[in-house]
């Protein structure tokens, strides 16, 4: 150890009482700033992840449509084409329109996606949602006549007050003339089964029925409106839908999750980078207290500091000391900010303190995910203004006449 660092570990133990009470109230500062910054950071990392997983899990990691709208007919063709490409873990075709439902009691506008089950297994988590019921749309007979099973989000069938085994009726007017006075088509269902993915807009608005009762429904033949893949890693993304453009001939759309859900990842991205500046200045803040801290330290041992000079201690060894001290009020208040983050976190991963309204965050609670990055970028930036603050005063302090001090 250094004498400038063994002073300064002494000058921070040290001094007057409103010096001492000065620089904890410094270190308290730094402390919640960092603290502040890493909580909110590893906020919003586990707010974007789970929004991503459960997004992902719903949709899908590319999808593909007809270049100019319509259907894809020889969606069995495609998926023969796609299952070859590297990267590729499974393809499923859909069908996706808006339909009315209701209930006995219910009426509303929802969304429905007609699949098949088993490749729709392979490339979403939609069967690993149910909370009731089960994944399956099999016939039964109800009321006299074979009807197939639907699928509703949570949301949906409590809004429509239904449950396990009840029937609802989807209308559709896809495909009809309307100036020929044609009326909706009617399909009878049960429901089946009820899933809960946490994003409340899919809860809420979104119901499945198999590929064959939506082919009927929307007359659309042996045609589906798109089909959408699992790749090996969400990353791979990018890479892929360029080969995936050119296996297919450039002839549909490929679009993948970050394209498909852009405007939601970029206003994620904004808001941490405009966070991450408010703790900057809370930082900047608390380094205006370090430099009152050692200025007024400077005053107090301008003895000390002209006995020093007078067994020969070089200024630059006296400005070290302040430094140093600086730093040591940076390096305590990071490592405290990172622990009171990384406990705060704990907290709310067990026991969900802080919950959200799903119909505006898409999520129910707060989850919280940490970065090892997130946390050594904050302490950097903390340590790099705790010196640049320290320096003012260092020199100060090296510059003092040592004649002046002495006649004091």
Excluded at 29 to 44: D, I, P, Q, R, W
Excluded at 83 to 88: K, N, T
């Amino acid at each position: 150890m250094s004498f400038e660092t063994y002073i300064a570990r002494r000058y921070f133990k040290s001094g007057r009482f409103f010096i001492n009470v000065s620089t904890w109230i410094t270190i308290i500062g730094v402390t919640l700033g960092v603290a502040t910054v890493c909580f909110v950071m590893s906020m919003h990392n586990g707010f974007e992840t789970e929004v991503r997983n459960r997004l992902l899990g719903t949709t899908s990691h590319i999808s593909i449509f007809p270049l100019r709208g319509g259907l894809i007919e020889d969606y069995n063709g495609l998926l023969a084409k796609l299952d070859e490409i590297d990267g590729v873990e499974a393809a499923s075709p859909f069908i996706y329109y808006k339909v009315a439902i209701s209930s006995a009691s219910e009426g509303d506008g929802i969304v429905v996606r007609g699949i098949e089950p088993e490749l729709e297994q392979q490339t979403a988590d939609i069967s690993k949602n149910i909370v009731a019921g089960r994944y399956s749309f099999e016939k039964t007979v109800l009321d006299g006549d074979s009807v197939s099973g639907i699928l509703l989000g949570s949301s949906l069938a409590d809004r429509l007050a239904v449950s396990i085994g009840d029937p609802v009726v989807l209308y559709s007017l896809r495909g009809e003339d309307l100036r020929t006075g044609a009326r909706p088509r009617v399909a009878k269902f049960y429901v089946s089964g009820i899933f809960e993915t946490g994003m409340y807009d899919f809860d809420a608005q979104l119901a499945y029925i198999s590929l064959q009762s939506a082919q009927h429904l929307f007359k659309t033949g042996d045609a589906v409106t798109a089909v959408h893949l699992k790749l090996r890693d969400i990353y791979l993304a990018e890479p892929l839908t360029p080969v995936i453009d050119s296996v297919l001939n450039n002839q549909y759309d490929v679009v993948p999750w970050y394209v498909m859900h852009k405007n939601l990842f970029t206003w994620i991205a904004i808001e941490k980078k405009i966070l991450f500046l408010g703790f900057i200045l809370i930082v900047i803040v608390a380094a205006f207290s370090i430099i009152s801290t050692l200025v007024m330290l400077t005053m107090e041992k301008r003895a000390e500091i002209g006995i020093l000079k007078t067994m020969g201690t070089t200024p630059a060894s006296i400005a070290r000391i302040f430094v140093y001290k600086g730093l040591l009020i940076g390096m305590v208040g990071v490592v405290s900010g990172w622990a009171i983050a990384l406990l705060a976190g704990a907290i709310q991963n067990h026991y969900r303190l802080i919950s959200l309204p799903a119909d505006i965050y898409f999520i129910s609670y707060l989850p919280i995910e940490t970065h090892p990055l997130d946390f050594l970028v904050a302490g950097a930036i903390t340590f790099v203004i705790c010196f640049l603050a320290a320096l003012y005063p260092a020199v100060q302090a090296a510059r003092l006449p040592v004649v002046d001090v002495l006649r004091q």
